[in-house]
T-cell receptor, first 111, second 115 residues
């Protein structure tokens, strides 16, 4: 069973508009959540994280929202730029330090 | 510069041969991880190590082996028992403990192709 799900394999957005990437999880014991960005043939790079005790964390154009009751988090990118085009992975972790990753959402930002 | 290095970037092997992928980090991280990525799939955990001379199986450890003789190094051997070894392999490391989010830092990856 997938503990972390990204149900949208792809998302296309116009430059300057908002990109919203979604992630659902099943395990209420997760302590923290992270978003990674990945280009083809490269390693993922960390974008932003959020602790389970918070509901929002913001860093520049990136904001992550956590809805614990719905077991749902989302990444908002505003404004979207062509350089944001990549695969975005949601990950969740607990006390052991291991991360469980979703399958990713491919974001395409069109000029 | 601090970071994680993986070598080589591309690796070709004949079916039935064992192959070892290198991973080195100079971030002074205690924990190191190996993941495998296949098209349309997320990152699946192969093995991880939280301390020198100790490591644990991840979700897809069959056909793989690791060692952790030094804090900086965590090589992965893909054995002939691995049925579908062609994939993109990613190594990561993280600091453990504290109030951080256990962020993992990734290397650039090794693309292994078995012919």
């Amino acid at each position: 069973d997938q503990q972390v799900k990204q149900n949208s394999p792809s998302l296309s957005v116009q430059e300057g508009r908002i990109s919203i990437l979604n992630c659902d999880y099943t395990n209420s014991m997760f302590d923290y959540f992270l978003w990674y960005k990945k280009y083809p043939a490269e390693g993922p790079t960390f974008l932003i994280s959020i602790s389970s005790i918070k509901d929002k964390n913001e860093d520049g154009r990136f904001t992550v929202f956590l809805n614990k009751s719905a077991k749902h988090l989302s990444l908002h990118i505003v404004p979207s730029q062509p350089g944001d085009s990549a695969v975005y992975f949601c990950a969740a972790g607990g006390s052991q330090g291991n991360l469980i990753f979703g399958k990713g959402t491919k974001l395409s930002v069109k000029p | 510069d601090g970071g994680i290095t993986q070598s080589p970037k591309y690796l070709f092997r004949k079916e039935g041969q064992n192959v070892t992928l290198s991973c080195e980090q100079n971030l002074n991280h205690d924990a190191m991880y190996w993941y495998r990525q296949d098209p349309g799939q997320g990152l699946r955990l192969i093995y991880y190590s939280q301390i020198v001379n100790d490591f644990q199986k991840g979700d897809i450890a069959e056909g793989y082996s690791v060692s952790r003789e030094k804090k900086e190094s965590f090589p992965l051997t893909v054995t002939s028992a691995q049925k579908n070894p062609t994939a993109f392999y990613l190594c990561a490391s993280s600091a453990l403990g504290g109030s951080g989010g256990y962020e993992q830092f990734f290397g650039p990856g090794t693309r292994l192709t078995v012919l």
